[in-house]
């Protein structure tokens, strides 16, 4: 498989066209997109116009656009495990707040001290130098993280865009749709399991709000069929506490459930209009698409949309941007709060296409 994709990407990058691979959670094969055209939309509605196409979303709409990607070739190539990854457990250097961080975080506290939220996202980035090699970074990442949604994008347009997000924001079609609450983070051993008994309340209350607020947007826009937990959930040495919901949505009505839905609390804070108001006059640099959303629209057939976390952008293949963010409570410890980032960021920064770099 590997040379087969190799041959392929160095094929459509040598023509300078743009391309996104993908890498399904439990997949056994990568989707490789030659992208025809990009079309931007200023607002979710626009998306009841497309019928199939890959879309990237911003956290914020009012800052950047939707780009939406439409395809001119798509390609199935089959994926094995690379057996000799392995995340090094110990790249992991103990490291304090800068003083940016320290500042966002007590004004965070505060605006939820004077009670105009329940919860707000603090979400930072990092710059690194590196002469990371993507693709191989790409396929580090589908075998280090198999339940995770892996991607690659490459254009003129975006830079490189790479991520290895755990979280659903919706996938389904007529049938029967799904998304997910997923929120709270703790390190955790691969071999160990997690029992639900040594969550911190900060974390259970962090999740009980992403999935009330999940339950509201079902209700508004569909017909709610099932709901499976809260359980624990584990991605690489992550864990986090996740629900499963289960809807019936009519085809037309995809579009409206997405202006509903996102951001949600997971990335964004409660109540919704609030905290993203306050994040964007916080956060300087703005998010840009990191904690919008990515992937496979289409209404009539299979949609499959994930939240856009864990991941990176390159303007050039030397200056990578990471983000990390995490959920800030009246009860959140500074200490804490920034080592979750840390932890994070180490879903890409811990794997072998980058140790040999750094």
């Not at 991520?163 to 007529?174: I, K, R």
């Not at 995809?254 to 990335?267: K, S």
């Not at 200490?335 to 960021?345: D, G, Q």
Request: charged share 25%; aromatic share 10%.
């Amino acid at each position: 498989m590997d040379d087969a994709l190799r041959e392929k990407v160095r094929e459509w990058r040598d023509k300078r066209y743009d391309f996104v691979l993908l890498k399904y959670p439990q997949s056994e094969t990568i989707t490789a997109v030659l992208i025809s055209s990009v079309e931007m939309a200023k607002t979710v509605n626009e998306l009841k116009g497309v019928n199939a196409a890959f879309v990237f979303a911003p956290f914020s709409i009012d800052h950047h656009p939707i780009k939406i990607f439409h395809s001119k070739v798509i390609q199935s190539f089959e994926f094995r495990k690379h057996e000799k990854n392995r995340i090094n457990d110990d790249v992991l250097h103990p490291s304090t707040p800068d003083k940016d961080y320290r500042l966002l975080f007590r004004n965070y506290v505060s605006e939820l001290n004077k009670g105009e939220a329940e919860k707000l996202v603090l979400a930072r980035k990092k710059e690194i130098c590196s002469d990371v090699d993507f693709l191989d970074l790409f396929l580090d990442a589908c075998s280090e993280y198999p339940d995770s949604m892996v991607y690659l994008l490459q254009s003129a347009d975006t830079g490189i865009r790479l991520g290895a997000s755990p979280e659903l924001l919706v996938e389904g079609n007529t049938t029967q749709m799904h998304t997910v609450a997923l929120a709270g983070t703790m390190r955790c051993d691969n071999d160990r399991p997690v029992a639900f008994s040594e969550w911190s309340e900060k974390n259970k209350q962090e999740q009980a709000l992403v999935a009330d607020y999940i339950r509201n947007c079902i209700r508004n826009v569909a017909m709610p069929k099932d709901e499976w937990g809260p359980y624990i959930c584990k991605t690489g040495n992550l864990a986090h506490i996740k629900t499963d919901f289960y809807f019936i949505l009519s085809t037309d009505k995809l579009a409206e459930f997405l202006v509903e839905l996102p951001p949600t609390p997971a990335v964004c804070g409660v109540p919704k209009e609030k905290a993203i108001k306050f994040i964007n006059t916080q956060e300087a640099d703005g998010r840009g698409y990191y904690s919008g959303f990515f992937g496979w629209y289409e209404p009539r057939k299979t949609t499959r949309l994930y939240v856009n976390l864990r991941c990176l952008h390159a303007e050039s293949p030397s200056r990578v941007q990471l983000f990390a963010g995490g959920g800030i409570l009246q009860s959140s410890d500074l200490e804490s709060e920034w080592m979750e980032t840390e932890l994070k960021m180490q879903t890409l920064l811990s794997l072998p296409s980058f140790q040999k770099q750094i």
